[in-house]
C-alpha cells in the first residue's frame, strides 16, 4: 500500500508568486539607490514608501533587514499618523510573519492592514490584503475565512476586469479546495488560472501553477501525470526564487517515492530539505523531512524517528496542524515497525484528535455554498446586463407593434403574458420548498455521519490497522475491548440513522393506541439491568401498576429505552437512576420522569440537547455518547402530541421528562 502523498504546496507559501500583498506594487529599484535615497530622505511619507521598496528587496536573501525596516517604517507611519503607510507597514510584517511561521502575530498584522485599507477606501490594497490574509487563515485551517477573503479578492478583480488579479484569484481559490480535497474544483480553478496566465509575460506563475495541477493528480492517484506536470513546473521555475525550486522539488522527489525509485526521491527530497533550511522555510523544511524519513522507515526506523521528532517541533512551532498529521502518520508507521504498540497508539489517539478538530466535511461544504453564493451573484448580474438589453429591444419592438397594430391586441398580449408569468413563478416557488425541504433533510444527515459515525469508524479501522499480522500477540489483543466498544457505539447510531432517515424519506407513520406504559418500564429496566450491574448503579422504579397513555407503544419503548440507557452511561459509579409517574398535570396528560444523579448538563448545551448538532459528551464509563438519540426522542414525542423537557445543573444529576396524552 502506498504511503499517503506530503505535497508540499506552493500555493499557499508566503514567498515569490503567492505573496500577492508585497508584489502588488511596481517593481522597485536597486538596492543600493533606495540606501542612497533613505539616507538622504526626510522623515515624512516619501521615506516611508522607500522603507516599503526595501524590505521587498530584502524579503528574499535578507529576510532579517526586511523585518528591520518594516518596523522601521512602521514606527515612522506611527508617528507622522500615516494611515496608508500603517496599513503598508503591518501588510509587509504580517506577510514575513507567515513565511517565518508566526501565524497568530501575521493574522493580527494583516486584520489591522485590511481594516485601514477599508476605511481609506485604499483599492490598490484591497486585493492583497485580503488574498494575504486569506493565505494565512488557511494556513491556520479556518478554511472558511479563507475563502471569503478569496472570493473578495475575486469579485473585486472582476468588476476591474483584472487578468493578473483574476489569475492570481483562482490560483488560490484552487489550491484551498485542493487542501480540503475537493479536487474537481480546485483542478478547475487551477485551470482557469492557467488559460488566463497565457495572456500574461512570462512569470514565475506559471510554475506555480503547474506545481498545483500536479497536487491534484498526485492526490487523485494519477502519478504520472503529476510527475509530468512537477517536471514541467521545474523548467518554468524561475532561477532566482530558490524557494519556488525546493517546494517543487519536494514533490517530484514524493512522486518518485510513490513510484518506487528511492534514489530519484532521495535526491530531490535532500535538495528541497538544503534550500529550506537555507531560506529558513520551516513548513516545507517541515515536509521534507516527513518524506525523508517515509524512505527511512523500513530501513533505518531509528533515523526515521529523528527526523519525524525534528518535524514536530517545527510544526507546532508554525502551527502547521496538517503538516503535524503527516508527522503522527509517519511516527505511527515507525512505531509499528519497532512493535512499539504503546506509543502508536498514544500517537494514534493524538492524530484522531488532531484529524477530528480539523475535519473537513463542514469546511467543504460551507466554502462550496460560499462559491456557489459568488458565482450565483456573478450570474445574477449578468442576467441584469442581459434584462436591460432585452427590455430595451421589447421597448422598441412594442412601438413598432404600437404603429402597426391597434392598442386593443397589445393589451390582451400583455394579460396573457402575465398571467403565464405567474403561473410559471407559483410553480417555481413550490419546486423551490421542496428543494429546500431535502436540502435541510441533507444538512442533518452530513452533520449527523460527520459528528457522530465518522469517529468511531476511523477509530476501528486504525486499531485494526495496528493489529493487522500480529497473530495472538498478547499486548496486541488488548486492543479488542476497545474495538469491541467502537464498534458497538457505530453500530447504535447506524440502527439510529436508518430509523431517522427512514422516518424523513417515508414518513413517520402513527399506530396509537390507550396502553399501560407499566409493561415498557418494567421491561426495559430488566433490559438495562446488567449494564447497571457493572456499574454497581441502583435502578428504583416508583411508577404505579396502572399508568395508561395514548400514543404508538413503539415509539414510546424507543424513548424510554434510550433515556434509561442515556441515564446510566452519565451517572457515576455506584450512582442511582429512578423512575417516578404523575398524571394530571398537565390535565389530561401522563407524565414521566427519568432522574440520575450522575454528571448533569450545562445550561449553555441545554437548548440545544435536543437538535441534531448538540455536542455528545463520553459516559463515565468512557461510553461513546451520539447526538441522534435524543432528536429521534423529540420527533417521536412531538408525532404522539407529546412533550419533552429536561431540567439538570452540572454535577448535580439530571431529570427527563416525557408527557402523553392519557
Keep these: 500500500m502506498l504511503k499517503k502523498i506530503n505535497l508540499i504546496k506552493y500555493s499557499l507559501c508566503v514567498f515569490g508568486i503567492a505573496i500577492t500583498f508585497i508584489a502588488a506594487h511596481a517593481q522597485p529599484p536597486s538596492t543600493t539607490s533606495l540606501l542612497i535615497r533613505l539616507k538622504n530622505s526626510k522623515p515624512d511619507t516619501s521615506r516611508v514608501l522607500i522603507y516599503k521598496a526595501l524590505i521587498t528587496n530584502y524579503r528574499n536573501e535578507k529576510p532579517d533587514s526586511a523585518i528591520f525596516y518594516a518596523n522601521q517604517g512602521l514606527a515612522l507611519a506611527t508617528q507622522l499618523n500615516y494611515p496608508l503607510g500603517i496599513g503598508l507597514m503591518h501588510g509587509q510584517i504580517g506577510a514575513i510573519d507567515i513565511a517565518f511561521g508566526k501565524m497568530d502575530l501575521a493574522k493580527d498584522h494583516l486584520t489591522t492592514a485590511l481594516s485601514i485599507f477599508e476605511k481609506i477606501n485604499y483599492q490598490a490594497g484591497l486585493v492583497p490584503a485580503n488574498n494575504t490574509l486569506g493565505i494565512c487563515l488557511a494556513k491556520m485551517g479556518s478554511y472558511k475565512e479563507a475563502a471569503q477573503h478569496f472570493l473578495v479578492s475575486l469579485k473585486i478583480n472582476q468588476g476591474k476586469n483584472d487578468i493578473h488579479g483574476l489569475m492570481q484569484s483562482y490560483l488560490k481559490l484552487g489550491a484551498l479546495n485542493e487542501q480540503i480535497n475537493n479536487l474537481d474544483k480546485a483542478l478547475e480553478y487551477q485551470q482557469k488560472a492557467l488559460k488566463l496566465n497565457e495572456q500574461l509575460p512570462p512569470s514565475s ?322 433490559l438495562h439491568k446488567e449494564i447497571a450491574e457493572q456499574k454497581n448503579i441502583l435502578l428504583i422504579d416508583n411508577t404505579p401498576d396502572e399508568l395508561f397513555i395514548y400514543a404508538d407503544s413503539s415509539h414510546v419503548e424507543f424513548v424510554i429505552r434510550n433515556l434509561l440507557a442515556n441515564a446510566i452511561k452519565y451517572t457515576h459509579t455506584g450512582g442511582w437512576v429512578k423512575i417516578e409517574a404523575s398524571t394530571g398535570s398537565p390535565k389530561d396528560y401522563t407524565t414521566i420522569s427519568i432522574k440520575d444523579n450522575g454528571i448533569g448538563v450545562a445550561k449553555s448545551l441545554q437548548d440545544r440537547i435536543f437538535e441534531p448538532d448538540n455536542e455528545s459528551m463520553d459516559g463515565t464509563d468512557s461510553e461513546k455518547g451520539n447526538s441522534i438519540g435524543l432528536m429521534l426522542c423529540k420527533e417521536f414525542i412531538e408525532r404522539n402530541e407529546g412533550k419533552i423537557w429536561v431540567e439538570s445543573e452540572l454535577d448535580n444529576g439530571t431529570n427527563f421528562y416525557v408527557s402523553f396524552k392519557q
Design 205 to 526: 506563475a506559471e510554475a506555480t501553477i503547474l506545481n498545483n495541477i500536479g497536487i491534484v493528480y498526485a492526490k487523485k492517484g494519477q502519478m504520472k501525470q503529476a510527475l509530468q506536470y512537477f517536471l514541467n513546473a521545474i523548467k518554468k521555475a524561475d532561477q532566482h526564487e530558490p524557494e519556488q525550486l525546493a517546494m517543487i522539488s519536494g514533490n517530484v522527489g514524493d512522486v518518485y517515492q510513490q513510484l518506487g525509485d528511492a534514489k530519484k526521491a532521495f535526491d530531490y527530497q535532500f535538495k528541497a530539505l538544503t534550500i529550506a533550511r537555507k531560506l529558513n522555510l520551516p513548513e516545507a523544511e517541515a515536509t521534507t523531512l516527513v518524506n525523508l524519513a517515509s524512505l527511512k522507515t523500513k530501513t533505518k526506523p531509528d533515523t526515521s524517528l529523528i527526523l519525524l521528532n525534528q518535524a514536530l517541533t517545527i510544526t507546532k512551532t508554525i502551527h502547521q496542524h496538517h503538516v503535524r498529521l503527516d508527522v503522527y502518520a509517519g511516527l505511527i508507521d515507525v512505531y509499528k515497525q519497532q512493535k512499539n504498540y504503546k506509543a502508536a497508539a498514544q500517537t494514534l489517539e493524538m492524530r484522531d484528535a488532531l484529524k477530528d478538530s480539523l475535519f473537513t466535511l463542514k469546511n467543504s461544504k460551507d466554502i462550496a455554498g460560499l462559491i456557489a453564493n459568488n458565482d450565483l451573484a456573478h450570474s445574477k448580474i449578468k442576467v441584469q446586463q442581459l434584462q436591460i438589453s432585452n427590455a430595451k429591444s421589447k421597448f422598441q419592438t412594442w412601438i413598432i407593434l404600437a404603429i402597426a397594430i391597434c392598442t386593443v391586441i397589445v393589451l390582451l398580449i400583455v394579460i396573457l403574458f402575465y398571467q403565464k408569468t405567474k403561473k410559471l413563478n407559483k410553480q417555481l416557488l413550490l419546486q423551490q420548498e421542496e428543494l429546500k425541504g431535502l436540502n435541510n433533510f441533507k444538512d442533518k444527515l452530513f452533520s449527523i455521519i460527520s459528528h457522530d459515525l465518522r469517529s468511531p469508524v476511523a477509530t476501528i479501522v486504525n486499531l485494526l490497522s495496528i493489529l493487522e499480522g500480529e497473530g495472538d500477540n498478547t499486548e496486541a489483543l488488548k486492543f479488542i475491548p476497545r474495538l469491541k466498544q467502537h464498534s458497538l457505539s457505530t453500530l447504535d447510531v447506524m440502527d439510529k440513522l436508518l430509523i431517522w432517515g427512514q422516518t424523513q424519506l417515508k414518513g413517520m407513520t402513527q399506530n396509537k393506541t390507550r396502553f399501560n406504559v407499566k409493561d415498557i418500564i418494567v421491561q426495559n429496566l430488566h
